[in-house]
């Protein structure tokens, strides 16, 4: 039996969403506040007998702030069961309890907890007149959360995540409009209280590691103690009697030493000097505490770990962070071990945040080896190197949409051959793509190294502040790994850069062209005409989705970018890659010669030369804050993000106003001029048609004035 759907209804930041899950490791990808923990507490809320009580106590901040006002609405967790065991004490639980009526034998159940306004509250809004606003604020406004109640139901035939379902139960606030009835049979029957899963399955949680080696100087979560209780209930009384003895006689051992009396005698004295025969204690001994319980005994055991080869073994506190948390997780590991040993009729494990503490290669060999074949496990992280391990159909991937999240199954709706593609693309190449808020994706080193330089020295913020990721994908097949996104998939901004390679030189024959350029000419012609059809392509494979667009250079990056005005960089690189005199003259002068024919054969003849990873890697330390971004990958820049937000634009223009205006003294009216009307934008003065006036005004020629016209 495994898990195989989860609906979150109003829980924590989630607005409503659907995780789907498989047999075997799944992994939940996301970024610092986009929900996994809160995912593994629902998990919990219905698997982990020790939350059981937990559930029953939801509050306020258990609502989706998306909600606004909380009152009068539900927080459904819902989950589904897929494969039940057609064993008969399986089958009994969920006929009783989970399964659909029509189901013999049981292979699909579901499990929900429902926390919602008490009956009194659902008759009181029932009563209400259609758009009765007032009345309806009178009520919401009294109800407080010990106004709810928590069930736990089953055998629904319910799609939580429908919104009109959820308006049918829970109400239409925008109408006032609520069902007269108080019970829906689409929510499923109420498990009966002596009916418990949590009580049949086996789940062991391993948290994210924060401080381990307190966890180990905490008796209640210390998990070598876990370990040996769960063993010391197997251990024969008669076995643990001989060593109870032995204690028995350290102790009064210890006791009877000449010291330990002598000590006894002088406290007692002591007391009676100071305090008076009246006052002191009838009777005072020292005694060896050392516990002679067998339960005892085991807390009092430690664990001393060697981390290098050089024999000393040292406690837990000694260890490295990596190798404290390694330990922990070992530790736990084998808890899950010994639950299953137990024979559950499902196993769980819950692993958040593995990666803390723990070195990159420890990360992908743990992920790839932690595997059994009769558990289901389920991972959160927000590292690359244990995403790049899995398998991408038992992936969801957590996004923010303002005050919500949603989750996204990447494989959703596509071939086992798209599946495998992509998989093998994130096996090969280590990369952020399935964390990133938005991408740009690009088709060689040159973007991938100079996009993140030019958005830095132009707006003053990194890529990576955006949002937004580079992803190289090294040659044009960007549909391979664009299909991605997606309403059905990932619903992220993706942006495709890729170039026309439209000849900068004419390329008509000539009876008079050598056999040189005859041949140049032809090769000019056949991309010319390749990168016409890749338009063709995927101008048609975009349309009508809305979290994908295409921009095209021209040309290629090189050519388009010294085309856009930068041809000073790409001079001031000339004596790196030349080291003749003449020929450094003749590259500087094409460079110069406002000729595009001249100046995009130089400037790709250099990248050819020293390789066009390198030659940007050059031509990136030549680049300032004036550098002009060619209009394409603004255009990318603009979709990847979505619109900018008024912090972010007065951001911006603030770090231009640092770049242009604190060279030169006098310069300081003019910035401080300036930066007035910046703020009297953030202070929604005047708007941003207006602020786009004063900038080309105040910064005429600027290289910010041309990512302003791309603003509505």
Not at 31 to 46: D, H, M, V
Not at 235 to 249: F, G, K
Not at 254 to 264: C, H, K
Not at 271 to 286: N, Q, R, V, W
Request: hydrophobic share 40%; glycine share 4%; with cysteine.
């Amino acid at each position: 039996m495994h898990i195989s759907k989860l609906t979150l209804v109003n829980y924590r930041n989630f607005k409503n969403t659907t995780l789907q899950f498989r047999k075997g490791v799944n992994t939940i990808i996301g970024e610092n506040g986009s929900g996994k923990s809160n995912i593994l507490r629902a998990i919990r809320l219905l698997l982990d007998d020790t939350m059981v009580r937990a559930s029953y106590r939801l509050d306020e901040s258990d609502f989706s702030r998306s909600l606004g006002q909380w009152q009068g609405h539900w927080i459904i967790i819902s989950m589904e069961f897929e494969e039940i065991s057609t064993d008969e004490s399986v089958q009994a639980l969920f006929l009783h309890g989970t399964a659909t009526l029509d189901e013999t034998p049981v292979r699909k159940a579901t499990y929900n907890l429902i926390f919602r306004p008490k009956k009194e509250i659902r008759l009181k809004l029932a009563g209400l007149d259609l758009f009765d606003a007032d009345q309806l604020a009178e009520i919401r406004d009294a109800i407080t959360i010990d106004d709810y109640e928590t069930i736990f139901t089953g055998r629904s035939w319910a799609d939580f995540s429908d919104s009109d379902l959820y308006k049918a139960l829970a109400g239409d606030f925008d109408r006032c409009l609520f069902a007269s009835e108080t019970e829906f049979p689409a929510i499923g029957s109420k498990v009966p209280g002596f009916l418990s899963v949590t009580k049949e399955v086996s789940l062991t949680f391993i948290q994210a590691l924060r401080d381990v080696v307190a966890e180990f100087h905490n008796n209640r979560t210390n998990p070598l103690l876990t370990l040996l209780k769960s063993k010391s209930g197997e251990i024969n009384p008669a076995t643990m009697q001989p060593i109870s003895e032995l204690v028995r006689e350290l102790n009064t051992s210890i006791e009877a030493l000449e010291d330990v009396q002598s000590v006894r005698s002088h406290i007692l004295e002591t007391i009676k000097d100071a305090a008076g025969e009246t006052y002191s204690p009838a009777s005072l001994s020292i005694k060896s505490d050392l516990p002679e319980e067998a339960d005892k005994l085991f807390q009092s055991l430690r664990l001393f770990v060697g981390e290098s080869e050089e024999g000393y073994e040292g406690a837990i506190h000694e260890l490295s962070l990596g190798g404290a948390n390694l330990i922990y997780l070992t530790l736990k590991l084998l808890e899950f071990k010994y639950q299953r040993e137990k024979m559950a009729m499902a196993n769980f494990l819950l692993v958040e945040e593995p990666e803390a503490h723990i070195h990159t290669h420890i990360q992908k060999t743990l992920f790839d080896r932690i595997k059994y074949s009769d558990a289901q496990i389920i991972y959160t992280t927000h590292s690359t190197h244990i995403s790049e391990v899995s398998n991408v159909s038992n992936v969801n991937i957590l996004g923010r949409h303002g005050s919500f999240c949603e989750a996204y199954q990447p494989a959703t709706g596509l071939e086992p051959t798209q599946v495998t593609s992509i998989q093998r693309y994130l096996d090969a190449v280590r990369s952020n793509l399935l964390f990133a808020k938005s991408v740009i994706l690009v088709e060689g080193d040159v973007e991938e190294i100079l996009i993140p330089v030019l958005v830095k020295r132009v707006l003053g913020l990194s890529v990576d502040e955006l949002g937004i990721s580079v992803i190289n994908i090294r040659s044009t097949g960007f549909k391979n790994v664009a299909i991605l996104f997606h309403n059905l998939r990932i619903r992220k901004r993706c942006a495709i850069v890729t170039d026309l390679d439209h000849a900068f030189f004419e390329i008509t024959p000539l009876l008079t062209d050598t056999p040189p350029t005859i041949a140049r000419k032809a090769k000019a012609a056949g991309s010319q005409k390749s990168g016409l059809e890749r338009k063709t392509d995927l101008d048609s494979f975009v349309a009508g989705n809305p979290w994908l667009a295409v921009f095209y250079a021209r040309h290629t990056f090189e050519v388009d970018f010294i085309a856009a005005g930068n041809d000073q960089p790409f001079i001031q690189t000339v004596p790196t890659v030349y080291t003749d005199t003449q020929t450094i003259e003749k590259a500087t002068k094409d460079l110069q010669s406002g000729q595009l024919p001249r100046m995009g054969s130089r400037a790709l003849r250099m990248a050819k030369q020293e390789g066009k990873g390198w030659f940007a890697i050059l031509l990136a330390e030549h680049l300032i804050a004036q550098v002009q971004i060619p209009s394409y990958i603004l255009q990318a820049i603009h979709f990847a993000h979505g619109s900018f937000s008024h912090t972010l634009i007065v951001r911006i223009l603030e770090h231009r106003a640092e770049y242009l205006f604190n060279s030169l003294p006098w310069h300081a009216f003019q910035k401080m001029e300036f930066l007035l009307e910046v703020k009297r934008f953030q202070q929604n003065e005047i708007s941003m048609d207006q602020l786009k006036a004063v900038a080309l005004l105040k910064l005429p020629n600027d290289a910010i004035n041309a990512f302003l016209a791309d603003i509505m």
